[in-house]
Protein backbone atom coordinates (compact mmCIF):
# COMPACT_ATOMS: atom_id res chain seq x y z
CA UNK A 1 0.00 0.00 0.00
CA UNK A 2 1.42 3.64 -0.98
CA UNK A 3 0.29 6.41 1.16
CA UNK A 4 1.03 9.58 -0.20
CA UNK A 5 0.14 12.86 -0.01
CA UNK A 6 -0.09 15.46 -2.96
CA UNK A 7 2.64 17.75 -1.83
CA UNK A 8 5.13 19.06 -3.58
CA UNK A 9 8.62 17.31 -2.40
CA UNK A 10 7.84 14.96 0.54
CA UNK A 11 10.48 15.76 3.57
CA UNK A 12 10.74 11.96 4.34
CA UNK A 13 10.17 9.14 1.39
CA UNK A 14 10.38 6.06 2.11
CA UNK A 15 9.58 3.36 -0.98
CA UNK A 16 9.55 -0.13 -0.97
CA UNK A 17 11.52 -0.90 3.02
CA UNK A 18 11.48 -4.42 4.04
CA UNK A 19 13.60 -5.57 6.89
CA UNK A 20 14.53 -9.37 7.00
CA UNK A 21 16.91 -10.14 9.58
CA UNK A 22 18.87 -13.16 8.85
CA UNK A 23 18.52 -16.88 10.51
CA UNK A 24 20.70 -17.11 13.76
CA UNK A 25 21.95 -20.49 15.29
CA UNK A 26 17.96 -22.42 15.04
CA UNK A 27 16.12 -19.96 13.99
CA UNK A 28 14.69 -18.72 11.18
CA UNK A 29 14.48 -15.37 9.07
CA UNK A 30 13.17 -12.95 10.53
CA UNK A 31 10.73 -11.12 8.17
CA UNK A 32 10.12 -7.64 10.53
CA UNK A 33 9.00 -5.02 8.07
CA UNK A 34 7.68 -3.91 5.00
CA UNK A 35 7.13 -3.28 2.40
CA UNK A 36 6.67 0.10 3.26
CA UNK A 37 6.05 2.92 1.37
CA UNK A 38 5.16 6.09 2.66
CA UNK A 39 5.76 9.88 2.28
CA UNK A 40 5.89 12.16 5.52
CA UNK A 41 5.10 16.14 4.39
CA UNK A 42 7.15 18.75 5.43
CA UNK A 43 6.35 20.41 9.08
CA UNK A 44 3.49 17.52 10.00
CA UNK A 45 3.20 15.62 12.68
CA UNK A 46 2.74 11.53 11.84
CA UNK A 47 2.32 9.00 14.45
CA UNK A 48 2.77 4.93 13.63
CA UNK A 49 0.90 2.84 16.17
CA UNK A 50 0.82 -0.73 16.02
CA UNK A 51 1.76 -3.75 18.35
CA UNK A 52 4.32 -4.83 20.17
CA UNK A 53 6.83 -6.71 17.82
CA UNK A 54 5.64 -4.76 14.52
CA UNK A 55 8.71 -3.11 13.87
CA UNK A 56 7.89 0.37 14.59
CA UNK A 57 11.04 1.24 15.92
CA UNK A 58 13.04 -0.55 13.48
CA UNK A 59 10.92 2.12 10.91
CA UNK A 60 12.23 4.98 12.61
CA UNK A 61 16.00 3.72 13.50
CA UNK A 62 15.67 3.07 9.12
CA UNK A 63 14.43 6.30 8.74
CA UNK A 64 16.99 7.88 11.40
CA UNK A 65 19.92 6.09 9.39
CA UNK A 66 20.77 3.97 12.87
CA UNK A 67 20.46 0.97 10.78
CA UNK A 68 20.27 -0.21 7.15
CA UNK A 69 16.78 -1.44 5.77
CA UNK A 70 17.34 -5.16 3.73
CA UNK A 71 15.29 -3.73 0.71
CA UNK A 72 14.02 -0.10 -0.54
CA UNK A 73 15.29 3.14 0.48
CA UNK A 74 14.79 6.34 2.80
CA UNK A 75 15.08 9.91 2.03
CA UNK A 76 15.38 12.52 3.79
CA UNK A 77 14.81 15.84 2.14
CA UNK A 78 15.63 14.10 -0.90
CA UNK A 79 18.91 12.42 0.07
CA UNK A 80 19.37 8.97 0.61
CA UNK A 81 20.02 7.98 4.20
CA UNK A 82 22.66 5.60 3.97
CA UNK A 83 24.94 4.89 6.66
CA UNK A 84 24.61 7.56 9.30
CA UNK A 85 22.33 9.91 11.07
CA UNK A 86 21.85 13.00 8.74
CA UNK A 87 22.54 16.68 9.77
CA UNK A 88 19.09 17.80 10.36
CA UNK A 89 17.32 14.77 12.26
CA UNK A 90 17.14 14.61 15.50
CA UNK A 91 16.05 11.83 17.93
CA UNK A 92 14.32 11.03 21.55
CA UNK A 93 14.37 7.63 22.40
CA UNK A 94 12.11 5.57 25.01
CA UNK A 95 15.22 4.98 27.21
CA UNK A 96 16.28 7.32 29.50
CA UNK A 97 19.34 8.83 27.22
CA UNK A 98 20.24 11.78 29.46
CA UNK A 99 23.73 11.44 30.64
CA UNK A 100 23.72 11.28 34.27
CA UNK A 101 27.59 12.42 34.84
CA UNK A 102 26.55 15.98 33.29
CA UNK A 103 24.11 18.86 34.78
CA UNK A 104 20.72 19.30 32.75
CA UNK A 105 22.51 22.38 31.29
CA UNK A 106 25.49 20.32 30.12
CA UNK A 107 23.28 17.77 28.53
CA UNK A 108 21.64 19.99 26.82
CA UNK A 109 24.70 21.72 25.54
CA UNK A 110 26.29 18.38 24.58
CA UNK A 111 25.29 18.57 20.87
CA UNK A 112 25.59 21.78 20.01
CA UNK A 113 29.18 22.16 21.68
CA UNK A 114 30.24 19.00 19.71
CA UNK A 115 28.95 20.69 16.52
CA UNK A 116 31.62 23.72 17.63
CA UNK A 117 29.12 26.21 18.08
CA UNK A 118 30.37 29.63 19.93
CA UNK A 119 29.84 29.69 23.10
CA UNK A 120 27.38 32.54 22.63
CA UNK A 121 25.55 30.74 20.37
CA UNK A 122 25.61 27.76 22.51
CA UNK A 123 24.08 29.69 25.74
CA UNK A 124 21.46 31.48 23.81
CA UNK A 125 20.18 27.92 22.01
CA UNK A 126 20.16 26.04 25.40
CA UNK A 127 19.21 28.98 27.70
CA UNK A 128 16.10 29.16 24.99
CA UNK A 129 15.84 25.19 24.91
CA UNK A 130 15.84 24.94 28.33
CA UNK A 131 13.29 27.68 29.08
CA UNK A 132 11.11 26.09 26.13
CA UNK A 133 10.82 22.79 28.36
CA UNK A 134 10.44 24.37 31.94
CA UNK A 135 13.68 23.48 33.08
CA UNK A 136 15.18 26.36 34.13
CA UNK A 137 15.37 26.00 37.48
CA UNK A 138 17.46 23.10 37.33
CA UNK A 139 20.12 24.04 34.89
CA UNK A 140 22.49 22.73 38.05
CA UNK A 141 21.03 19.61 38.70
CA UNK A 142 22.03 16.38 37.77
CA UNK A 143 19.61 14.01 36.05
CA UNK A 144 19.52 11.60 38.60
CA UNK A 145 18.01 14.48 40.87
CA UNK A 146 15.17 14.76 38.42
CA UNK A 147 12.19 12.63 37.67
CA UNK A 148 11.68 10.10 34.84
CA UNK A 149 9.46 13.18 33.04
CA UNK A 150 11.77 15.34 33.63
CA UNK A 151 14.67 13.37 32.58
CA UNK A 152 12.98 12.76 28.89
CA UNK A 153 12.40 16.47 28.86
CA UNK A 154 16.24 17.03 29.24
CA UNK A 155 16.32 14.69 26.49
CA UNK A 156 13.79 16.56 24.29
CA UNK A 157 15.84 20.04 25.34
CA UNK A 158 19.01 18.61 23.89
CA UNK A 159 17.49 17.24 20.65
CA UNK A 160 15.81 20.81 20.38
CA UNK A 161 18.99 22.73 20.59
CA UNK A 162 20.38 21.07 16.98
CA UNK A 163 17.40 22.72 15.91
CA UNK A 164 16.74 19.60 13.93
CA UNK A 165 14.32 19.44 10.72
CA UNK A 166 12.83 16.03 11.59
CA UNK A 167 12.34 15.14 15.19
CA UNK A 168 12.36 11.44 15.38
CA UNK A 169 10.31 10.04 18.68
CA UNK A 170 10.68 6.20 19.46
CA UNK A 171 7.80 6.50 22.18
CA UNK A 172 9.27 9.08 24.51
CA UNK A 173 6.22 8.71 27.21
CA UNK A 174 6.26 5.04 27.43
CA UNK A 175 7.40 4.77 30.73
CA UNK A 176 5.94 7.97 32.23
CA UNK A 177 2.06 7.70 34.14
CA UNK A 178 -1.10 8.84 31.97
CA UNK A 179 -1.56 12.32 33.33
CA UNK A 180 2.31 13.41 32.63
CA UNK A 181 1.79 11.90 29.09
CA UNK A 182 -1.01 13.81 28.41
CA UNK A 183 1.08 17.02 29.67
CA UNK A 184 4.00 16.08 27.81
CA UNK A 185 2.29 15.85 24.73
CA UNK A 186 0.45 19.21 25.06
CA UNK A 187 4.47 20.49 25.03
CA UNK A 188 5.31 18.22 22.47
CA UNK A 189 2.78 19.88 20.04
CA UNK A 190 4.04 23.39 21.06
CA UNK A 191 7.21 22.07 20.48
CA UNK A 192 5.84 21.39 16.87
CA UNK A 193 4.01 24.29 16.49
CA UNK A 194 6.84 26.61 17.38
CA UNK A 195 9.51 24.63 15.81
CA UNK A 196 8.06 23.98 12.25
CA UNK A 197 9.75 20.88 12.02
CA UNK A 198 8.17 17.83 10.28
CA UNK A 199 7.65 15.14 13.20
CA UNK A 200 7.47 11.38 13.17
CA UNK A 201 6.12 9.52 16.58
CA UNK A 202 6.21 5.91 17.46
CA UNK A 203 3.75 5.05 20.19
CA UNK A 204 1.61 2.21 21.24
CA UNK A 205 -0.81 4.10 22.51
CA UNK A 206 -3.98 4.70 20.35
CA UNK A 207 -5.10 7.87 21.83
CA UNK A 208 -1.71 9.59 22.45
CA UNK A 209 -1.15 9.06 18.57
CA UNK A 210 -4.53 10.12 17.54
CA UNK A 211 -4.59 13.33 19.93
CA UNK A 212 -1.17 14.53 18.88
CA UNK A 213 -1.21 13.58 14.87
CA UNK A 214 -1.71 15.37 11.89
CA UNK A 215 -1.87 11.40 10.12
CA UNK A 216 -1.79 8.14 12.42
CA UNK A 217 -0.12 4.94 10.22
CA UNK A 218 -1.84 1.86 12.10
CA UNK A 219 0.78 -0.76 11.01
CA UNK A 220 -0.13 -4.70 11.60
CA UNK A 221 1.53 -7.26 13.31
CA UNK A 222 4.82 -9.00 11.83
CA UNK A 223 6.18 -8.11 9.30
CA UNK A 224 5.27 -4.71 9.96
CA UNK A 225 3.05 -3.02 7.56
CA UNK A 226 0.64 -0.39 7.44
CA UNK A 227 -2.76 -1.07 7.38
CA UNK A 228 -4.51 2.31 7.45
CA UNK A 229 -3.06 5.58 7.12
CA UNK A 230 -5.79 8.40 9.05
CA UNK A 231 -6.16 11.52 8.79
CA UNK A 232 -7.29 13.29 12.24
CA UNK A 233 -8.09 16.51 10.32
CA UNK A 234 -7.09 18.75 13.42
CA UNK A 235 -6.34 22.28 13.91
CA UNK A 236 -3.22 22.89 14.11
CA UNK A 237 -3.37 24.83 17.10
CA UNK A 238 -4.84 21.73 18.58
CA UNK A 239 -4.07 20.62 22.63
CA UNK A 240 -4.74 17.41 24.87
CA UNK A 241 -8.71 18.53 25.28
CA UNK A 242 -9.59 17.34 22.05
CA UNK A 243 -9.46 13.83 23.54
CA UNK A 244 -13.45 14.88 24.71
CA UNK A 245 -14.18 15.36 21.13
CA UNK A 246 -16.79 12.76 19.84
CA UNK A 247 -14.55 12.43 16.31
CA UNK A 248 -11.81 11.22 19.06
CA UNK A 249 -13.50 8.48 20.19
CA UNK A 250 -14.66 7.23 16.96
CA UNK A 251 -10.88 7.70 15.15
CA UNK A 252 -10.00 5.55 18.45
CA UNK A 253 -12.55 3.35 18.04
CA UNK A 254 -11.95 3.24 14.16
CA UNK A 255 -7.77 2.34 14.31
CA UNK A 256 -8.53 -0.09 17.41
CA UNK A 257 -10.91 -2.36 14.72
CA UNK A 258 -7.76 -2.77 12.61
CA UNK A 259 -5.29 -3.04 15.39
CA UNK A 260 -7.27 -5.76 18.14
CA UNK A 261 -7.21 -8.45 15.81
CA UNK A 262 -3.26 -7.79 15.61
CA UNK A 263 -2.80 -7.03 18.55
CA UNK A 264 -3.83 -10.34 19.59
CA UNK A 265 -1.73 -12.13 17.18
CA UNK A 266 1.13 -10.62 18.56
CA UNK A 267 0.45 -11.42 22.12
CA UNK A 268 0.11 -14.85 20.90
CA UNK A 269 3.33 -14.91 19.20
CA UNK A 270 5.27 -13.10 21.33
CA UNK A 271 3.77 -14.88 24.26
CA UNK A 272 4.57 -18.41 22.74
CA UNK A 273 8.59 -17.46 22.07
CA UNK A 274 8.64 -16.08 26.00
CA UNK A 275 7.62 -19.94 27.40
CA UNK B 1 28.85 13.82 60.24
CA UNK B 2 26.48 11.45 59.88
CA UNK B 3 24.95 8.66 62.70
CA UNK B 4 26.39 5.78 60.56
CA UNK B 5 30.13 7.91 60.86
CA UNK B 6 30.31 8.59 64.24
CA UNK B 7 29.30 5.17 64.94
CA UNK B 8 31.92 4.14 62.97
CA UNK B 9 33.94 6.19 64.81
CA UNK B 10 32.94 5.23 68.29
CA UNK B 11 33.48 1.57 67.71
CA UNK B 12 37.30 2.24 66.47
CA UNK B 13 37.70 4.14 69.78
CA UNK B 14 35.88 1.81 71.84
CA UNK B 15 38.18 -1.29 70.01
CA UNK B 16 41.47 1.13 70.38
CA UNK B 17 40.73 1.53 74.65
CA UNK B 18 39.96 -2.18 74.70
CA UNK B 19 42.86 -3.50 73.58
CA UNK B 20 44.96 -0.51 75.42
CA UNK B 21 43.47 -1.89 78.93
CA UNK B 22 44.44 -5.65 77.60
CA UNK B 23 47.73 -4.62 77.09
CA UNK B 24 47.83 -2.70 80.38
CA UNK B 25 46.30 -5.12 82.51
CA UNK B 26 48.67 -7.71 80.62
CA UNK B 27 46.13 -9.97 79.97
CA UNK B 28 47.91 -9.16 76.56
CA UNK B 29 52.06 -10.13 77.02
CA UNK B 30 53.76 -7.28 76.41
CA UNK B 31 55.84 -9.71 73.84
CA UNK B 32 52.95 -10.31 72.01
CA UNK B 33 51.78 -7.06 71.87
CA UNK B 34 52.04 -3.18 72.70
CA UNK B 35 49.40 -1.11 74.22
CA UNK B 36 48.01 1.11 71.01
CA UNK B 37 49.15 4.26 72.39
CA UNK B 38 52.33 3.17 72.40
CA UNK B 39 52.40 2.10 68.87
CA UNK B 40 51.41 5.50 68.33
CA UNK B 41 54.48 6.97 70.09
CA UNK B 42 56.64 4.45 68.12
CA UNK B 43 55.33 5.53 65.07
CA UNK B 44 55.33 9.39 65.76
CA UNK B 45 59.48 8.80 67.03
CA UNK B 46 59.72 6.69 63.68
CA UNK B 47 58.35 9.17 61.04
CA UNK B 48 60.98 12.06 62.25
CA UNK B 49 63.96 8.99 61.11
CA UNK B 50 65.29 9.49 57.42
CA UNK B 51 64.79 5.17 57.08
CA UNK B 52 61.43 5.43 57.30
CA UNK B 53 61.67 8.46 54.61
CA UNK B 54 63.41 6.41 52.94
CA UNK B 55 61.61 3.24 52.98
CA UNK B 56 58.17 5.04 52.90
CA UNK B 57 59.02 6.70 49.40
CA UNK B 58 60.00 3.12 48.02
CA UNK B 59 56.76 1.13 49.12
CA UNK B 60 54.89 3.98 47.95
CA UNK B 61 56.12 4.77 45.06
CA UNK B 62 56.14 1.00 44.04
CA UNK B 63 52.29 1.21 45.30
CA UNK B 64 51.85 3.99 42.72
CA UNK B 65 53.69 2.71 39.91
CA UNK B 66 52.16 -0.58 40.17
CA UNK B 67 48.56 0.78 40.57
CA UNK B 68 48.76 3.22 37.50
CA UNK B 69 50.16 0.59 35.41
CA UNK B 70 47.36 -1.89 36.54
CA UNK B 71 44.78 0.79 36.10
CA UNK B 72 45.90 1.50 32.58
CA UNK B 73 46.72 -1.98 31.02
CA UNK B 74 43.48 -2.99 33.02
CA UNK B 75 41.30 -0.93 31.17
CA UNK B 76 42.71 -0.84 28.40
CA UNK B 77 42.46 -4.74 28.22
CA UNK B 78 38.64 -4.62 29.74
CA UNK B 79 38.77 -2.17 26.23
CA UNK B 80 40.08 -4.40 23.87
CA UNK B 81 38.16 -7.89 25.87
CA UNK B 82 34.93 -6.58 25.55
CA UNK B 83 35.30 -5.56 21.95
CA UNK B 84 36.18 -9.15 21.20
CA UNK B 85 33.53 -11.54 22.45
CA UNK B 86 35.08 -15.02 21.58
CA UNK B 87 38.68 -13.74 23.13
CA UNK B 88 36.57 -13.16 26.02
CA UNK B 89 34.46 -16.41 26.02
CA UNK B 90 37.98 -18.06 25.76
CA UNK B 91 39.90 -15.95 28.55
CA UNK B 92 35.94 -16.19 31.08
CA UNK B 93 37.74 -18.96 32.97
CA UNK B 94 40.99 -17.62 33.72
CA UNK B 95 39.81 -14.27 34.51
CA UNK B 96 37.12 -15.85 36.89
CA UNK B 97 39.86 -18.52 38.51
CA UNK B 98 42.56 -15.43 38.92
CA UNK B 99 42.73 -14.95 42.27
CA UNK B 100 41.91 -18.38 43.11
CA UNK B 101 45.53 -18.60 42.26
CA UNK B 102 48.02 -17.90 45.19
CA UNK B 103 50.19 -15.26 43.11
CA UNK B 104 53.10 -15.27 45.60
CA UNK B 105 54.48 -18.39 44.44
CA UNK B 106 55.37 -16.56 41.02
CA UNK B 107 57.92 -14.14 43.47
CA UNK B 108 60.48 -16.36 43.74
CA UNK B 109 61.25 -16.53 39.97
CA UNK B 110 60.43 -12.69 39.39
CA UNK B 111 63.15 -12.71 41.31
CA UNK B 112 65.49 -15.11 39.78
CA UNK B 113 64.53 -13.09 36.43
CA UNK B 114 65.38 -9.65 37.72
CA UNK B 115 66.65 -9.75 41.36
CA UNK B 116 66.39 -8.39 44.75
CA UNK B 117 64.77 -4.99 43.45
CA UNK B 118 61.93 -2.98 43.48
CA UNK B 119 61.22 -3.88 40.28
CA UNK B 120 59.79 -7.20 41.18
CA UNK B 121 57.76 -6.02 43.89
CA UNK B 122 56.13 -3.72 41.29
CA UNK B 123 55.10 -6.50 38.90
CA UNK B 124 53.75 -8.54 42.19
CA UNK B 125 51.12 -5.01 43.04
CA UNK B 126 50.56 -4.77 39.53
CA UNK B 127 49.79 -8.50 38.95
CA UNK B 128 47.54 -8.51 42.15
CA UNK B 129 45.59 -5.66 40.55
CA UNK B 130 45.55 -6.00 36.81
CA UNK B 131 42.72 -8.47 36.91
CA UNK B 132 40.07 -6.59 38.99
CA UNK B 133 40.48 -3.45 36.71
CA UNK B 134 39.69 -5.74 33.95
CA UNK B 135 36.84 -7.69 35.39
CA UNK B 136 35.50 -3.90 36.87
CA UNK B 137 35.89 -2.34 32.80
CA UNK B 138 34.40 -5.23 31.32
CA UNK B 139 31.70 -5.23 34.35
CA UNK B 140 30.84 -1.33 33.55
CA UNK B 141 30.93 -1.45 29.86
CA UNK B 142 28.10 -4.76 30.32
CA UNK B 143 26.53 -2.16 32.01
CA UNK B 144 26.39 0.69 29.51
CA UNK B 145 22.89 1.45 28.58
CA UNK B 146 22.40 0.55 24.39
CA UNK B 147 20.65 3.73 24.02
CA UNK B 148 23.88 5.64 24.85
CA UNK B 149 25.41 4.23 21.57
CA UNK B 150 22.73 5.43 19.27
CA UNK B 151 22.48 9.15 20.85
CA UNK B 152 26.26 8.94 20.16
CA UNK B 153 25.54 8.18 16.76
CA UNK B 154 22.43 10.77 16.09
CA UNK B 155 25.54 13.04 17.29
CA UNK B 156 27.46 11.39 14.46
CA UNK B 157 30.59 10.85 17.21
CA UNK B 158 33.64 9.39 16.27
CA UNK B 159 34.19 6.06 17.72
CA UNK B 160 37.25 7.87 19.79
CA UNK B 161 34.70 10.71 20.67
CA UNK B 162 31.81 7.97 21.55
CA UNK B 163 34.82 6.01 24.16
CA UNK B 164 35.88 9.71 25.70
CA UNK B 165 32.66 11.45 26.10
CA UNK B 166 30.24 8.58 26.58
CA UNK B 167 31.66 5.10 27.56
CA UNK B 168 34.21 5.99 30.15
CA UNK B 169 32.19 8.52 31.97
CA UNK B 170 29.61 5.72 31.48
CA UNK B 171 31.76 3.22 32.80
CA UNK B 172 33.22 5.90 35.54
CA UNK B 173 31.27 4.04 38.66
CA UNK B 174 32.58 0.06 38.05
CA UNK B 175 36.00 1.83 36.82
CA UNK B 176 36.16 3.73 40.19
CA UNK B 177 35.37 0.51 42.11
CA UNK B 178 37.99 -1.44 40.25
CA UNK B 179 40.04 1.09 41.24
CA UNK B 180 39.42 0.89 44.80
CA UNK B 181 40.11 -2.65 44.77
CA UNK B 182 43.16 -2.24 42.58
CA UNK B 183 44.62 0.21 45.52
CA UNK B 184 44.18 -2.78 48.04
CA UNK B 185 45.82 -5.29 45.31
CA UNK B 186 48.81 -3.34 45.57
CA UNK B 187 49.36 -2.67 48.95
CA UNK B 188 49.08 -6.47 49.84
CA UNK B 189 51.26 -7.27 46.84
CA UNK B 190 53.83 -4.45 47.48
CA UNK B 191 54.26 -4.86 50.89
CA UNK B 192 53.87 -8.81 51.18
CA UNK B 193 56.46 -8.74 48.72
CA UNK B 194 58.89 -6.65 50.50
CA UNK B 195 58.23 -8.45 53.20
CA UNK B 196 58.82 -12.07 51.90
CA UNK B 197 62.16 -10.81 50.15
CA UNK B 198 63.34 -7.44 50.10
CA UNK B 199 66.05 -4.70 51.07
CA UNK B 200 64.44 -1.97 51.33
CA UNK B 201 60.78 -0.81 51.97
CA UNK B 202 58.11 -0.61 54.81
CA UNK B 203 57.48 -4.67 54.36
CA UNK B 204 60.94 -5.36 55.10
CA UNK B 205 61.24 -3.32 57.47
CA UNK B 206 58.43 -5.06 59.60
CA UNK B 207 59.96 -8.37 58.70
CA UNK B 208 63.10 -7.34 59.88
CA UNK B 209 61.65 -5.70 63.51
CA UNK B 210 59.59 -8.74 63.32
CA UNK B 211 62.56 -10.76 63.59
CA UNK B 212 64.65 -8.67 65.54
CA UNK B 213 61.97 -8.79 68.56
CA UNK B 214 61.44 -5.18 67.76
CA UNK B 215 58.02 -5.10 69.16
CA UNK B 216 58.10 -1.44 69.15
CA UNK B 217 58.87 -0.57 65.58
CA UNK B 218 57.01 -3.46 64.02
CA UNK B 219 53.68 -2.35 65.66
CA UNK B 220 54.17 1.05 64.84
CA UNK B 221 55.34 0.29 61.07
CA UNK B 222 51.99 -1.88 61.27
CA UNK B 223 49.96 1.27 62.71
CA UNK B 224 51.32 3.23 59.51
CA UNK B 225 50.12 0.69 56.84
CA UNK B 226 46.57 0.72 58.74
CA UNK B 227 46.13 4.15 59.05
CA UNK B 228 47.43 4.95 55.19
CA UNK B 229 45.29 2.04 53.69
CA UNK B 230 41.84 2.98 55.91
CA UNK B 231 42.60 6.72 54.88
CA UNK B 232 42.33 5.97 51.19
CA UNK B 233 40.12 3.60 51.26
CA UNK B 234 37.39 5.47 53.26
CA UNK B 235 38.03 8.31 51.31
CA UNK B 236 37.20 6.20 47.67
CA UNK B 237 34.99 4.83 49.11
CA UNK B 238 33.21 8.21 49.86
CA UNK B 239 34.05 9.45 46.79
CA UNK B 240 32.90 6.08 44.86
CA UNK B 241 29.09 6.66 46.60
CA UNK B 242 29.16 10.08 45.55
CA UNK B 243 29.22 8.67 41.76
CA UNK B 244 27.16 6.21 41.95
CA UNK B 245 24.29 8.42 43.58
CA UNK B 246 24.93 11.00 40.78
CA UNK B 247 25.10 8.08 38.35
CA UNK B 248 22.12 6.45 39.31
CA UNK B 249 18.92 5.57 36.41
CA UNK B 250 16.11 6.31 38.40
CA UNK B 251 12.92 4.56 37.24
CA UNK B 252 10.94 6.74 35.28
CA UNK B 253 7.79 8.10 37.62
Known sequence: ?????????????????????????????????????????????????GPSGCGKSTLLEIVAGLQPPTEGTATFEGRPVVGSVPEGIGVVFQEDASFPWLTVWDNAAFGVRRAGLAEAEVKRRVGHALSFMGLNDFTSAYPSQLS?????RVC?????????????????????????????????????RETGATVLLITHALDEAIMLSDRVGAMS????????VLETGWDRDRDSKIVSDPSFGAMTGRLWSHLRSESIDAINTLGQKAS | ???????????????????????RIGAIDSRVMIPPSEMVVSLVSLLQTRQLAVDMLQTFGAIAIALLFAV??????????????????????FLATYYAVPLFIFYPVLIAFFGISVLPIIIMGFAFAVVSVIMSTLNGL???????????????LSPFSTVTRLIIPSVAPHLFTGVKLAVAYCFIGVIASEFIASSTGIGHAIAYAYSDFNNRTMYGLILLIVTVVITINMTLHHYEGKISRRMARRPAK
Open chain 2, 1 to 23: MSTAAWLRLALMAGLFLLLEIFC
Open chain 2, 72 to 93: AAGFAAGLVIHALPRLRRALDP
Open chain 2, 142 to 156: DHVPRVLRKVARVHR
Open chain 1, 148 to 152: GGMRQ
Open chain 1, 1 to 49: MTVSAAAPEPHVCLSGIRQVYPATQGRAPLHALGPINLDLRQGEFFSVV
Open chain 1, 221 to 228: FRPGRFLE
Open chain 1, 156 to 192: IARTLVMQPRLILLDEPFGALDAQTRLIMGDELLRIW
